[in-house]
């Protein structure tokens, strides 16, 4: 009977997420998974903070209302999001971080990932802010504190992507990886064939919740970039930055464009790509490409995320699934906690 | 410095492409995956036999002529199959499997399996019909010998199926899945909707190397049956034999229906799939399927094969690669030995 106790930081959709799955799987997992979660924290920016070092009920923190303060209505509940508390001191075994991504200096939710591995705490997350500005930093901390840094939410949610490249594709030598890495733009792009305009279709993406009041970050290729330098770091070996990854989006797409594209069978698709080129260096990039119908990521379409891999062994190992959700991204912080209970005990 | 010894059994195009991999990369293993193979025996039915407990060249096992009794040509070598003196006493830690695949009773191949578990080999095969047939018997032997049974390689080559759901999807509640499961079908529908007859596609396979020439197992479904048995079993807890799966092929699909379902968008797919029913049991099947063009397997063409499970909280994640070749099979066994080596080391 192992049990892992857990703190939650952020409690939006995909903490609330998390819980829910507890709430509800809690006592099937021991006999599927081999495990059980109990939550000894959570704290959120807006919502305030909680610390039960014999466990919370998870089904009372996911019908907690998202109110400021909120948590200040729970026995032992506070008003004030004491991160640093909860993190270090709640008792967890797991710290589980799922705050904003802040792509320009990935705070503050950086600093809660340090505080954890310091701590001597396992981390996951499903944050691209930290992965993609201090990915580097935070493995050599995870390392020295002898814990495990599990982060495959950061791109596609929960479809495996990061595992599965490292994993069961280990050996294959990867040269290089096309993706479809961003569901607005792609559901805009699938609108778009369908015969509305750029800006209808972005509208229609808000109206649905695929988009965000500014659009911006999904549309122009800011998002995909972020997943880009995780994935380029992570599967090839790269060191890069944000800023040497070429951005262009979708935004300069015109319907005849696409209609161009539809009558000769092909697709617009939004691409963050990465490859080795000979001399060792990575080449990556966000751009709209043009892909012939028999491309590995050409019927990929609505919402639906997808990364090719160009392997010397395998050739194109393609794997495909939700890119967003917030269940879909509390199974990646499960994942990342299979992950960590298997290394553990070597299954 | 971890060197595993191996003993390959079956020296067709599969263990001659494993030699190859590790004459052409086993100085470089060490730093990449850790360990490094030594092979120190092979047996093969039409080839014969050799031992070198201290380690054979690689290379000039891939050399050796594909001729009846080819390794008493090299000292010590020998024109028998001394299949169980191999398995047995060669002083091998690993046993990669990869002979012929017998449908009916899976032999000799399950012997082969029975004799390296026995004898406390871990044992990789890339061979369908131990698995479809004894899979159960055949993991309660490696259990009982605490060694590991390992078979990526039974559906879709070297592409991540069978690992892929069980450790990437553990959690995610695996309900059913739909594949794309033999190339040489997949082909045949390929060549039809550019218009040839069904015949002609058949022959164009057989000219590319694709179909054998007796073309009955791969478009009549019974080769995909013996890996949705595969995949039922391992996949949604099934106890199917191949008998328990409905099987109907292509050969029955008519130019015309073919033609209509692409006026429609649509296109025909010989898809092997399950699912578990409310009340837990498993209906299997090997049927045409009319997919609409938005369906996850709608756009894999030509040899291609994939797989996109139904999971319930993902929803459907599909992953798609070659489904044979002698090197992506190859490496198959190489994702089997490094699985091996991950829980060994718990890394």
């Not at 829910?20 to 305030?48: E, M």
């Not at 909680?50 to 209505?73: C, E, H, N, S, Y």
């Amino acid at each position: 009977m192992t049990e892992y106790k857990i703190a939650l930081v952020g409690f939006g959709g995909v903490n609330r997420g998390l819980a829910q799955l507890i709430a509800d799987s809690n006592p099937s997992w021991q006999a599927t998974l081999g495990f059980s979660l109990k939550i000894v924290g959570v704290t959120d920016l807006f919502l305030g903070s909680i610390i039960g070092r014999d466990g919370l009920d998870a089904a009372t923190l996911v019908r907690l209302p998202a109110a400021k303060g909120a948590f200040a209505q729970l026995p032992g509940g506070s008003a004030d999001a004491m991160n640093e508390e909860v993190i270090k001191h709640s008792g967890a075994d797991i710290v589980a971080e799922a705050t904003f991504t802040n792509p320009v200096d990935g705070e503050p939710a950086t600093s809660f990932c340090r505080w954890a591995l310091q701590a001597g705490k396992h981390l996951v997350t499903t944050n691209k802010g930290p992965i993609a500005l201090h990915a580097a930093e935070l493995k050599a901390l995870a390392e020295a504190n002898g814990v495990r840094f599990e982060y495959e939410g950061a791109v596609m949610s929960g479809t495996p992507v990061i595992r599965l490249a490292r994993q069961a594709l280990a050996g294959s030598r990867i040269k290089g990886f096309e993706g479809i890495l961003n569901g607005t733009s792609n559901f805009v792009l699938t609108r778009m064939e369908e015969g509305l305009g750029f800006a209808e279709a972005v509208s229609k993406a808000q109206a649905l919740g695929y988009a965000e009041a500014d659009p911006t970050a999904d549309v122009e290729g800011f998002d995909v970039r972020l997943k880009v330098v995780i994935l380029a770091n992570e599967l090839l070996g790269a060191h890069l930055g944000v800023n040497d990854v070429s951005c262009k989006g979708i935004s300069g797409l015109s319907a005849a464009d696409i209609d161009a594209a539809k009558r000769d069978g092909a697709r617009w698709k939004l691409i963050g790509a990465a490859q080795r080129n000979a001399d060792g260096s990575i080449h990556a990039s966000v751009e709209p490409r043009l892909l012939k119908a028999e491309h590995p990521l050409a019927g990929i379409s609505e919402a639906i995320n997808a990364v090719s891999f160009d392997t010397e062994l395998l050739g194109a190992v393609t794997v495909s699934g939700p890119g967003a959700g917030r269940i879909e991204t509390a199974f990646a912080l499960l994942s990342d906690i299979i992950a960590i209970h298997t290394a553990k005990t070597g299954q």
